[in-house]
């Protein structure tokens, strides 16, 4: 069996092919979602779900159905297929990073070797998937755990690496090498 720190808490991991990462799949929320109609109400559920290789690349999804199962397949293939690369300096981030969606704002800062990752609910289950280990992070604003992780999303995205974004801005050929 697993000892108390070797545990996966939530995470599943699978490999499609051979010379592929396995990919860290994370169910971050399940709500059952009823519409009240004339006979009654219609029971669905959504799944969001944060898919990622662990280096680098990020996806997410909601999805929607009438069975649990189901929607968290929805979500785990759509978040497959919405994975973005995420550029990442060693375990960390390269810069610090706010980032708003809807109500929800989030601060993500680099962290040194060791650290490990202060961070809550959604925002560690995004950054698990990509592969950051050390950060410190708040969120501010609304609480609704959709929200945070697509902010949490949307800052990962819009990360860049400061020496190639000088080069590029000064027309200078890529450095190579953080």
Known sequence: MYSAGDRPRGRRERNEGSDEAPLIERVVQIRRVAKVVKGGGHLSFTALVVVGDGQGSVGVHLGKSRAVPDAVRKGTLGARK????????????????VSDYNGATVLLKPASTGTGMIAGGGVRAALEAAGVRDVLSKTFGSSNTINIVKATIQAL??????????????GLPATTGV
Not at 82 to 97: A, D, F, R, S, Y
Not at 157 to 170: K, N, Q, W
């Open 82 to 97: 919405n994975m973005h690369k995420v550029t990442l300096k060693g375990t960390t981030i390269p810069h610090e990073i």
């Open 157 to 170: 995205e819009r990360l860049r690496d400061p020496r190639a974004e000088i080069s590029r801005r000064r």
